[in-house]
């Protein structure tokens, strides 16, 4: 079946350092679309970024992710970090409309002065 | 502009004892619905979704039932609680589409059980 795979649970960064939270993700679809959400405590989790288009850089917020397919992968970067970047992110992986988007484990940032 | 509704916000329930936990979204005609669930430290895990009235499709049950009464309402329940149905519990909705919808998410219900 799809999966999602986060391999950083928890990462810990001082601030104004790059961000870079791992995504990587497995399905027999071709044309998979891929989200990332950001939970900041005590509010909903709501959509980042997302894209299913084949090695084109979508941005928001400072933060920006590429789809690799081929190397099956959706990496969240950001060049600086900052306090308030600290939250739950979440990457997503949906193949079609008839299914609930599936997330990964998560990766809690926690961004230090 | 569409509005989620979570209710109730929290919950304390003893094990064994039904539960009842809603989800009504406004402004939007035949959203796509979704229960997802967020042990505490642990991840989100959808749990049911649905396209239509009356139509739910199971992806973890957990013990736990969905049904959508309504084109604007989504209802999680169960006549028992275990202590593993302690969380977070998120309804989302998303428009229909191909796949690259969004989910928007309620403010979600926190539930104790004890």
């Known amino acids: 079946g799809d999966s999602v795979t986060q391999t950083e649970g928890l990462v810990t960064l001082t601030e104004g350092l790059p961000v870079m939270l791992n995504c990587t993700y497995q399905?027999?679809?071709?044309?998979?679309?891929l989200f990332w959400y950001v939970h900041y405590l005590n509010e909903s989790p709501r959509l980042l970024l997302k894209?299913?288009?084949?090695?084109k850089r979508t941005e928001h917020q400072g933060f920006h992710a590429t789809l690799h397919k081929s190397s099956s992968s959706f990496h969240l970067q950001k060049s600086s970090a900052q306090l308030s970047d600290s939250a739950l992110y979440y990457c997503a992986l949906r193949v079609n409309n008839n299914n609930a988007p599936r997330f990964g484990a998560g990766t809690k940032l926690t961004v230090k002065p | 502009a569409q509005t989620i509704h979570q209710w109730p916000v929290a919950e304390i329930k003893a094990v064994g004892s039904p539960l009842s936990l809603g989800c009504t979204i406004k402004g939007k005609s035949s959203p796509n619905l979704y229960w997802y669930w967020q042990a505490t430290g642990g991840t989100l895990q959808q749990l049911f979704y649905?396209?239509?009235?009356g139509q739910v499709e199971s992806v973890v049950q957990l013990n736990l039932s969905a049904s959508r009464p309504k084109d604007d309402q989504f209802i999680l329940s169960t006549e028992k609680l275990l202590l593993s149905h302690s969380g977070f519990y998120l309804c989302?909705?998303?428009?229909w589409g191909v796949g690259a919808e969004t989910l928007y998410f309620g403010s979600g219900t926190r539930l104790t059980v004890l």
């Open positions: 649905s396209i239509t009235v």
């Open positions: 894209s299913s288009t084949d090695n």
């Open positions: 989302a909705w998303s428009l």
């Open positions: 399905t027999i679809y071709s044309n998979p679309f």
